[in-house]
């Protein structure tokens, strides 16, 4: 699909901001309010635009550990893929190469509702299971959209942070649900949806972002329509320090290439996801990693995303 400067300006505004109004969506873009009404439902309308994903704060939830599981599949790789994603603790499950056939995001409670979860799935699937490997996550950051080249200032999201539970109640919930079946629902709906008035339903969501329970929104595009792949650099790092951490996380922040970054327990211990559309491209980010970071870099692995499945942002 080819891309205007007025689409990639809306697309990059829109990734940070959907829920604005259409009017202030415009004014920002500096285009009239009936053009964004119309690019979007072109942008939805072609698939361009595959979800609008609302982030959540997982620990005031109750969900304490975030993992990752790369697989390598021998046979029946469409069941396994059914069979993860109708399984509530999986937040995404997509298609990678070459090391590995499958990448899954896990969200659980703990490492033993994580251990329960993945022993049951194993129990059903290991006979076409050749090799897994398990990073648990103990940090990891979303990025502001780059890849259109935007000079505005936007927030990144770390979404693994130690913060106690904490009580909602049964119409939070509720509201959570219809915002990730849908970030950009709206106000009338929602309320709808949850027996309640709109304004007290606007009243609660503003309070579910004063409480950070709701971080912030991204959009899930169609990657291949806008011309670029994804792609994820493991490292295996020395030690790391909170200094080397500092480092890595400045970098990234500020790379054209790079979305979101984890570090983690495992034998490869940071990820670093961009996007790209080129192999020049790649080839000359991976050279910068391992030229920035090479003191601290003991090995790396590179992991083609090849089809990223439809991704939600709550367990249940």
Not at 16 to 23: C, F, G, K, S
Not at 197 to 207: G, M, P, T, V
Not at 229 to 239: E, H, P, Q, R, T
Not at 287 to 294: D, L, Q, V
């Amino acid at each position: 699909m080819k891309l205007s400067e007025v689409d990639k300006k809306l697309l990059t505004y829109l990734y940070h901001h959907y829920r604005e109004p259409l009017t202030k969506i415009a004014k920002a873009c500096n285009i009239s309010r009936d053009q964004v009404e119309y690019r979007m439902e072109k942008y939805e309308r072609e698939g361009l635009i595959r979800k609008y994903l609302t982030i959540f704060n997982y620990n005031i939830l109750g969900f304490n550990d975030f993992l990752i599981v790369w697989l390598k599949i021998k046979n029946n790789k469409e069941k396994i893929i059914k069979e993860l994603e109708g399984m509530k603790s999986v937040l995404s499950v997509g298609e990678a190469i070459p090391d590995y056939d499958l990448y899954v995001n896990f969200i659980c409670k703990d490492k033993n509702d994580f251990d329960s979860v993945f022993s049951n799935f194993l129990k059903i699937c290991e006979e076409d299971i050749s090799k897994y490997e398990i990073m648990i996550i103990t940090y990891a950051e979303f990025f502001p959209l780059k890849i259109f080249g935007s000079s505005r200032e936007e927030k990144s999201y770390p979404v693994v942070k130690k913060i106690e539970k904490m009580s909602l109640s049964e119409k939070d919930y509720l509201i959570l649900k219809k915002l990730e079946q849908n970030g950009r629902a709206r106000i009338i709906y929602i309320a709808k949806e949850t027996k309640m008035s709109a304004e007290l339903a606007l009243y609660k969501i503003r309070q579910l972002h004063k409480k950070q329970v709701i971080l912030g929104t991204r959009i899930q595009f169609d990657m291949a329509k806008l011309g670029f792949y994804f792609a994820s650099i493991k490292l295996n790092l020395k030690n790391i320090t909170e200094e080397t951490k500092n480092k890595i996380i400045s970098f990234c922040k500020e790379h054209h290439y790079i979305n979101a970054l984890a570090f983690g327990i495992s034998e490869y211990n940071c990820l670093i996801q961009l996007f790209y559309q080129t192999d020049e491209e790649l080839r000359r980010t991976i050279k910068e990693i391992r030229n920035k970071f090479k003191d601290e870099i003991q090995k790396d692995s590179l992991l083609l995303i090849e089809n990223e499945g439809r991704a939600r942002t709550l367990p249940y």
